[in-house]
Structure formats: C-alpha cells, structure tokens
C-alpha cells in the first residue's frame, strides 16, 4: 500500500537542478540575517529579472525572464521547460535531496491547460528574522544579536492578467511584514499591555498622558484594551497595504502587469495569522474535523459592500453603472414595470417600479465563478490592478478592490498530531474540490506513511495537486468521475501543525 501511494503521487514530479538568485528590492532595506541561535532562512522566492555585477537590479526591459518559478523548486533549465509544458502538466515539487522547506512543509504545483502562456501562480516559504527598531521609552536599542524575533511565512500568489504582481509580491510581502513588525520586537516580548504611543522621533520619550487631552468629562471613556495579537494582525494588514502601494508606485517602470490574490501565513510566537485576499482558501485539518481559516472574497460574497460603496460614490459608476441588483438585466420594454431587486442593505428581495437609471449595467453581475464587478473582474481583493479599467471605458475598477481580513488559530491551545495540518491553495484547487475532499485525501495520503516521515507532507500536496489536475484524455482534463478537471494553475502548501516541535 505505500509503494502505491507513494508512486501515485510521484511519477510526475520532475527532477530538480540548481536554484536562480534573487535581486534585492530597492524599495527595502537588505535582509537581516538571523543570528546562530535563530533557524536558517528557507530559499527565497524567484525574481524575474537578473542583476548586475554591482548587485542592483539590471533594468527590466532588458533582463525580465519570461518565465520564473518558486526557487525552493531548485528546477534546473530543462525543469523550466517541463513546468512550462501545458501539454503534460507535471507536477512540480521541492526535490527529496538538499535542504527541506521549513516544518517539513510540503508543496507542490501544476501550470493551467493553456489558460495563460506562463504559470502566473507564485509561492514563497521564509524564515525571517527581525531585529528591534527601539526600546519601550523611545530610545534607540543598541543593535544585540539574539534579542530579536523569527517568523515563518508561507505565500501563495495567484496572479491574474499577467505574473508580473504575483512574482513581485512573493519577493518582497514579507519583508514589509518585517519592517512593520520592527517597531513591535520589545513590546511581543513584554507580558504588559502595549504602550499607548511610541516616539516619533528616536532618543525621545513618548507622551501620551490622557491628563493633556482637552475634553469635556462626558465624553471621555476607559482606554480600549488592545491585545499583542491584534498589534501582528495590524502589522501584516499594513504590510499588505504598503504592498499595493509600492506596486502602484513601480507598475510602469518594473513592469508589474495585472494583479494577484494573495494567501499568507504567518507562525509568529505560538499563533498562526493566515491573511488572504482573493479566491485562494486555507483550512486546518485536525483530528478529521475541519476549520476554515479564510473565506473568498468575489462579488457575490462582496455584492453589499460593493453596492454600498457604489451607493456612497455614485461617481464611480460613472453613467455605466446602477449599485442596484436585478436577476437579469433589464430591458428597455419593462420600463414602468415592477421587478423584483435587492440594493446594499439588503439579503432578500423585493420589488421595485423600473426607472431609466435602473437600464444602466449592474455593478455585480452574472452568478459563481462567472460573477464579475463591473463586468471585468471576478475577485474583489487583491494587490496590484491599478491600471485596470471597465472595456472600452475610463472607468478605475481598484477603488472596488480592497484588503483582507486576518484570522488567528493558537497553536498552544490544541495538542496536535502529526495529522494535523493546514492546507494553503489557490483557486485551481478549490474550484473541482471541496474542504471534505480535501480532508479526506489528508487521512488516506497520510495513513500510508509513518508519522515520522518527513517527505509525507509533499506526498500529500502532490496527491492534493493531481486530484484536482484528473487525468489526460480525449476532451480535456477529467476527474475519475469523468466531471473536468481543474485547468487552472494550481499551487498547494501543506504545513504540518504537529510536527515542528515546541510552539512557545
């Protein structure tokens, strides 16, 4: 039974061979190198360009590769091109020789079937280091190794109208998590309650004694409770806004075309963050049960913030556009009529007289994986799209595009076994699968491996990876039961909650 596994899942997986460098970002500071006693980083994520001698990065329009993939792959020249293949699709993952992803993580992807010239997913595994920026009382730390944090991090980023914001955002996401989390190094460390304020100039104490403020009695009130987990869910929100801004800054001369969901964990400090924005899903796997820890973001689960938005800003609309929801689209012929309608404060339906405005395009439209805002785009969060606009209009899509919400599991709480796991995926997988599926070849995959075995982690994200993928035959892509398969791209993480040793 486990010979048979273990060659079901792996026939396809092709060979690997020397991994490529990787740019520094000159937006961000270098990266900070652990110290000895902090784990050793994982390899980094690809970057599409290539860099000169000096070490800055050459310019794009000369050097951009057309086609790049995750390094921790170690793909050789012939592996590129047979993971660039969307004739035989086969799988990719990390090789059984050299260094393993942190955790034992297991990975593994597939390109679509011809949906797009290149695999536009991308994924990053990291274990970084962040050294403190200052001290409670405002004065600048003296720089000492071994008094700082690590976080591991995984990143899937699916990319949509090109790679080029998916590649970008799995090079240096996580390093904006770094530098908003500088500030925080010495306050996660401390039992007490977070300072109120820091210093905004360096060397001086803060001031925030709440006797200062001038304010009525009536209308003062308790000082919030805020919670050190609520400071690393502030800061991996930041990091992701200031994603979107840098890729708003560098679209034109770094040629970061389209845009990407993103999907990230982060193990900082005995809790997990796992921060999505997109379609992409996690779900925890644990003793069988099932525990979703995120939820897409399209334009049907986003259809009232949508419409509110549209409500508040008609100007977004422009002339094109009604925030208002029909069942179909209305016809000049039923003007005066009453349909039935649903607008921003509503979950039910009514009915409505039709007026000429109610004539103009819906804002959301068309129903599951064909549901589309502003008849254009089919994910209402994500980084990058700044330059995407309604067809043959001047209208912006981004302002409907926003961020994320971040959940946190705490891993303190639960004793795990090595069965337990959290599954990352992009849309690829989850479009043909669903979480019990998913569940289901957890227990089977991991049932046939001994619990000690650290390549079962990548046996269960091939396994994940061909479910989805089906089979080769006449009409496309099929499932056993003969339904089609996923012609996405297809990324899968497998992090093992069970396995890495003490969370504290």
């Known amino acids: 039974m486990l010979n048979r596994v273990r060659s079901a899942v792996a026939h396809l997986v092709s060979p690997g061979g020397a991994p490529h460098a990787r740019p520094k970002s000159p937006e961000l500071p270098a990266e900070t190198t652990a110290p000895p006693a902090a784990v050793a980083e994982a390899p980094r994520s690809p970057s599409a360009r290539t860099t000169s001698g000096s070490g800055a990065p050459a310019k794009t329009g000369e050097t951009r590769a057309s086609f790049s993939r995750p390094t921790f792959l170690q793909l050789s020249p012939g592996g590129l091109r047979r993971a660039d293949d969307h004739a035989g699709r086969a799988v990719q993952s990390p090789p059984d020789t050299g260094r393993r992803l942190p955790w034992s993580t297991g990975y593994a992807e597939v390109i679509n079937a011809g949906k797009s010239r290149h695999n536009e997913d991308q994924a990053c595994c990291e274990v970084v280091y962040v050294e403190g920026r200052r001290s409670l009382a405002g004065v600048p730390k003296e720089p000492r190794r071994g008094q700082g944090l690590c976080f591991y991090y995984w990143g899937l980023f699916d990319g949509h109208a090109g790679g080029g914001a998916a590649e970008m955002a799995s090079r240096l996401l996580h390093r904006h998590i770094r530098e908003q989390l500088k500030d925080l190094v010495e306050i996660l460390q401390d039992p007490s309650p977070p300072p109120l304020c820091l210093s905004s100039t360096p060397g001086t104490p803060a001031s925030c004694d709440p006797a200062q403020l001038v304010a009525p009695?009536?209308?003062?009130?308790?000082?919030?409770?805020?919670?050190?987990?609520?400071?690393?869910?502030?800061?991996?929100?930041?990091?992701?806004?200031?994603?979107?801004?840098?890729?708003?800054?560098?679209?034109?001369?770094?040629?970061?075309?389209?845009?990407?969901?993103?999907?990230?964990?982060?193990?900082?400090?005995?809790?997990?963050?796992?921060?999505?924005?997109?379609?992409?899903?996690?779900?925890?796997?644990?003793?069988?049960?099932?525990?979703?820890?995120?939820?897409?973001?399209?334009?049907?689960?986003?259809?009232?913030?949508?419409?509110?938005?549209?409500?508040?800003?008609?100007?977004?609309?422009?002339?094109?556009?009604?925030?208002?929801?029909?069942?179909?689209?209305?016809?000049?012929?039923?003007?005066?009529?009453?349909?039935?309608?649903?607008?921003?404060?509503?979950?039910?339906?009514?009915?409505?007289?039709?007026?000429?405005?109610?004539?103009?395009?819906?804002?959301?439209?068309?129903?599951?994986?064909?549901?589309?805002?502003?008849?254009?785009?089919?994910?209402?969060?994500?980084?990058?799209?700044?330059?995407?606009?309604?067809?043959?209009?001047?209208?912006?899509?981004?302002?409907?595009?926003?961020?994320?919400?971040?959940?946190?599991?705490?891993?303190?709480?639960?004793?795990?076994?090595?069965?337990?796991?959290?599954?990352?995926?992009?849309?690829?997988?989850?479009?043909?699968?669903?979480?019990?599926?998913?569940?289901?070849?957890?227990?089977?995959?991991?049932?046939?491996?001994?619990?000690?075995?650290?390549?079962?982690?990548?046996?269960?994200?091939?396994?994940?990876?061909?479910?989805?993928?089906?089979?080769?035959?006449?009409?496309?892509?099929?499932?056993?039961?003969?339904?089609?398969?996923?012609?996405?791209?297809?990324?899968?993480?497998?992090?093992?909650?069970g396995g890495p040793g003490s969370y504290s």
């Open 217 to 497: 009695q009536s209308c003062c009130s308790p000082q919030k409770e805020v919670t050190h987990e609520s400071l690393v869910v502030g800061a991996i929100e930041n990091a992701f806004q200031l994603m979107d801004e840098q890729m708003a800054r560098e679209r034109h001369g770094h040629q970061v075309e389209g845009g990407c969901c993103a999907l990230v964990a982060v193990y900082l400090l005995g809790k997990v963050y796992v921060a999505n924005a997109g379609d992409s899903r996690a779900i925890i796997v644990r003793n069988g049960e099932i525990l979703p820890m995120s939820r897409e973001f399209t334009p049907e689960t986003e259809r009232r913030r949508l419409q509110l938005l549209g409500f508040l800003k008609p100007e977004l609309l422009g002339s094109e556009f009604t925030h208002l929801e029909f069942p179909r689209r209305v016809q000049p012929k039923e003007l005066g009529q009453r349909m039935l309608y649903r607008d921003q404060n509503m979950t039910g339906w009514a009915y409505k007289k039709i007026e000429l405005e109610d004539l103009r395009f819906p804002l959301v439209c068309g129903e599951g994986k064909k549901a589309r805002v502003m008849a254009t785009i089919g994910v209402t969060r994500g980084l990058g799209d700044h330059n995407l606009k309604v067809c043959s209009s001047t209208l912006p899509i981004k302002p409907f595009l926003s961020c994320f919400p971040v959940q946190v599991y705490d891993l303190t709480q639960y004793e795990h076994c090595p069965d337990d796991v959290l599954i990352l995926g992009t849309d690829g997988l989850w479009d043909v699968t669903n979480d019990r599926e998913v569940a289901a070849t957890v227990d089977k995959v991991l049932s046939a491996y001994e619990p000690n075995d650290p390549s079962r982690y990548t046996a269960l994200a091939q396994a994940l990876v061909l479910g989805a993928r089906g089979t080769p035959r006449d009409r496309g892509w099929r499932l056993p039961n003969n339904k089609l398969g996923s012609g996405d791209d297809i990324s899968v993480f497998v992090i093992p909650l």
